[in-house]
């Protein structure tokens, strides 16, 4: 398994025990997906009010969700970032940031009844996806890959909805 730089912030309370969770679940996302250079991943960890308004600057999308996906290449689904695209100083490659809303989070970890520590690993792989370049704005077979995926991973690592 290659070496992943996985960079978690928090602007809230609460989060500091999902930081490992995200250390063990976005490599292993990597992985299943064949990424096959050391990469860097930024992590935030926000409320509503937080991802709103990162929603707004950044989307102009007016409310809250549960995460966003910033990825620094413009790639589809099964093409990768390569050893060129590394930072010199780091030898990581910069895949992208994302932020979850813990807020949000819980809550609809609650509402599927699987608890707060699925649903940060699901939106952790949600948007590992998306920076590898799924997308899933249609309602079609990109979403259905894109949920098969997500599933196969959380499968992977164990982590399922009981």
């Given at each position: 398994?290659?070496?992943?730089?996985?960079?978690?912030?928090?602007?809230?309370?609460?989060?500091?025990?999902?930081?490992?969770?995200?250390?063990?679940?976005?490599?292993?996302?990597?992985?299943?997906?064949?990424?096959?250079?050391?990469?860097?991943?930024?992590?935030?960890?926000?409320?509503?009010?937080?991802?709103?308004?990162?929603?707004?600057?950044?989307?102009?999308?007016?409310?809250?969700?549960?995460?966003?996906?910033?990825?620094?290449?413009?790639?589809?689904?099964?093409?990768?970032?390569?050893?060129?695209?590394?930072?010199?100083?780091?030898?990581?490659?910069?895949?992208?940031?994302?932020?979850?809303?813990?807020?949000?989070?819980?809550?609809?970890?609650?509402?599927?009844?699987?608890?707060?520590?699925?649903?940060?690993?699901?939106?952790?792989?949600?948007?590992?996806?998306?920076?590898?370049?799924?997308?899933?704005?249609?309602e079609g077979e990109e979403k259905a890959r894109?949920?098969?995926?997500?599933?196969?991973?959380?499968?992977?690592?164990?982590?399922?909805?009981?």
């Open positions: 398994m290659q070496h992943h730089e996985i960079i978690v912030e928090t602007e809230v309370d609460g989060a500091e025990e999902y930081a490992e969770l995200l250390r063990r679940v976005i490599p292993a996302a990597l992985e299943a997906e064949g990424v096959a250079v050391p990469c860097e991943v930024d992590v935030l960890f926000t409320d509503d009010e937080g991802i709103h308004a990162i929603n707004l600057e950044q989307r102009e999308v007016d409310r809250p969700t549960d995460v966003l996906s910033f990825p620094m290449f413009e790639l589809s689904p099964g093409e990768h970032p390569g050893a060129e695209d590394a930072e010199a100083g780091t030898g990581l490659v910069p895949l992208g940031d994302m932020v979850i809303s813990l807020e949000r989070a819980t809550a609809q970890g609650e509402e599927y009844g699987h608890g707060t520590q699925r649903e940060v690993a699901y939106l952790a792989v949600h948007s590992v996806l998306h920076l590898l370049g799924y997308d899933h704005m249609d894109m949920r098969a995926r997500e599933e196969d991973i959380l499968g992977e690592l164990g982590i399922t909805r009981e």
